[in-house]
């Protein structure tokens, strides 16, 4: 019994403290919106589920995912106006996952420079409008992703 409860103490401290909890089907519940720097378990299993880019979704041409990355920034921008979040000058980074039906299922962020996002409740609350809001007209073989960044001006 001792060396049971010993290698249960074990197995426990050794699994990572930040899992994705299971929503009851297998799959993990993994957070719609997050900051990228707290991402590594989440953007592990994002990756898995999301693993072809917006320019392959694309058929690699370069101007049609252009054609369809640009109003999503143009709609972050507008959406931080009227959320009071747009600082000038404010370099932010967005990793967009998108199901094949062209919906937003998850968007991971950050900043690159000292204007750090702060109001955190604020910016949840723009990209679950975002998410809503938001989506790409056409339909894919599976979900798909894009890293791109995003300056205020």
């Not at 019994?1 to 050794?14: C, E, H, T, Y």
């Not at 299993?45 to 999503?72: G, I």
């Not at 980074?93 to 968007?107: C, E, M, P, R, T």
Request: charged content about 20%.
């Amino acid at each position: 019994m001792g060396k049971l409860l010993f290698l249960l103490i074990s197995l426990s401290l050794s699994t990572p403290l930040r899992q994705p909890q299971s929503n009851g089907s297998g799959q993990p519940d993994l957070p719609r919106i997050f900051q990228l720097s707290d991402s590594e378990i989440w953007l592990t299993e994002l990756e898995a589920d999301f693993s072809m880019s917006l320019l392959k979704a694309c058929q690699n041409d370069p101007q049609v995912a252009f054609q369809h990355w640009r109003p999503f920034t143009q709609r972050i921008q507008q959406l931080t106006r009227e959320h009071g979040l747009h600082q000038p000058g404010l370099q932010l980074w967005v990793k967009a996952f998108w199901n094949k039906d062209g919906s937003l299922a998850h968007i991971g962020y950050a900043t690159r420079n000292e204007l750090h996002p702060r109001l955190p409740d604020q910016w949840q609350s723009l990209f679950e409008q975002l998410i809503r809001d938001h989506h790409l007209t056409g339909s894919w073989d599976a979900g798909f992703y894009h890293l791109g960044s995003i300056k205020m001006h």
